[in-house]
Nanobody
Framework: QVQLVESGGGLVQAGGSLRLSCAAS????????MGWFRQAPGKEREFVAA????????YYADSVKGRFTVSRDNAKRTVYLFMSSLQPEDTAVYYC?????????????????WGQGTQVTVSS
């Protein structure tokens, strides 16, 4: 059974940084596009960032470009999301997701597996 376990969320002041981790118990981790999504209270889930399985290319939502960095360590089967210059509007539950040989990196419905989420709260 595939499991994705996020960690690293918490409470941070505006302007601060956090690093989220997502550990995957999945074979062939290097064949999965790994994505990060978030959902704020009362809002739809939205794409944040993803890293491709094929060429390690990284994709970002416009709202986080230049502030967030996604990376992966295939040997550790872990994907990271480093978030800097955090703002109150970044407050949300952040989810890690895995898409086998995925190419629709921003489309949540294309992902095969999801983590349970980790809360990120940014105070002003």
């Amino acid at each position: 059974q595939v499991q994705l376990v996020e960690s690293g969320g918490g409470l941070v002041q505006a302007g601060g940084s956090l690093r989220l981790s997502c550990a995957a118990s999945v074979l062939l981790f290097d064949r999965y596009t790994m994505g990060w999504f978030r959902q704020a209270p009362g809002k739809e889930r939205e794409f944040v960032a993803a890293v491709s399985w094929k060429d390690d290319r990284r994709y970002y939502a416009d709202s986080v470009k230049g502030r967030f960095t996604v990376s992966r360590d295939n040997a550790k089967r872990t994907v990271y999301l480093f978030m800097s210059s955090l703002q109150p509007e970044d407050t949300a539950v952040y989810y890690c997701a895995a898409d086998f040989r995925g190419s629709e990196y921003a489309l949540g419905d294309s992902y095969d597996y999801w983590g349970q989420g980790t809360q990120v709260t940014v105070s002003s």
